[in-house]
């Protein structure tokens, strides 16, 4: 079974394969960038799933766009 990522939702969490699809960048490179202090942390959901509040990514996409409304 493969796991689909979705568009992001009005407001709630996301897992890492609907902010990599988002954001136009690789599984590996996400990870990075929050070692790198560059990505939100997130939060441990259970001991192996981490999800960010959609808030979250959707300021980091603001903030990676320049702050422009488009």
């Given at each position: 079974m493969t796991y689909t990522p979705a568009p992001l939702p009005a407001e709630g969490f996301v897992r890492l394969p609907s902010i990599i699809a988002v954001l136009g960048i690789s599984r590996n490179t996400f990870p990075n960038g929050?070692?790198?202090g560059k990505y939100p942390k997130g939060?441990?959901?259970t001991s192996r799933c981490?999800?960010?509040p959609v808030t979250d990514i959707r300021a980091?996409?603001?903030?990676?766009?320049?702050?422009?409304?488009?």
């Open positions: 929050v070692k790198a939060t441990l959901l981490r999800v960010w980091l996409l603001e903030s990676l766009s320049g702050g422009a409304n488009g």
